[in-house]
């Protein structure tokens, strides 16, 4: 599985890393999605090899201790978890 884009209000680059079983990354994806945010995902455990290997290199150098979700806004803040507050201040109009 490639990243998946989701159309919607531009608020700049974001990019979720997810668990395709992880309730958080649903919540998280339930939430970009009712504020209208356009963003891209990966369910980075359906990935495999290659992929796979990059999807969770990427996800380290964000978050060393690897946990979901992870969601990268501009190339430059990351927030880990379900944070509603923090993704509703950071993706703010």
């Known amino acids: ?3 998946e884009h989701v159309a919607g209000k531009n608020m700049g680059k ?3 890393y997810a668990l395709s079983t992880c309730v958080w990354c ?3 994806r339930e939430l970009l999605e009712s504020m209208g945010i356009e ?3 990966e369910y ?3 990935l495999q090899g290659g992929e796979k290997d990059r999807a ?3 996800v ?3 978050n060393p201790d690897c946990n ?3 969601m990268v806004v501009n190339d430059q803040k990351c927030i880990v978890g379900f944070d509603e507050n923090k993704i509703r201040e950071t993706l703010k109009s």
């Open 26 to 28: 649903k919540k998280t």
């Open 56 to 58: 969770l290199k990427e």
């Open 60 to 62: 380290t150098h964000w």
């Open 1 to 3: 599985m490639a990243v």
């Open 68 to 70: 979901f979700p992870t």
């Open 39 to 41: 963003y891209d995902y």
């Open 14 to 16: 974001v990019m979720l």
């Open 44 to 46: 980075v455990d359906l």
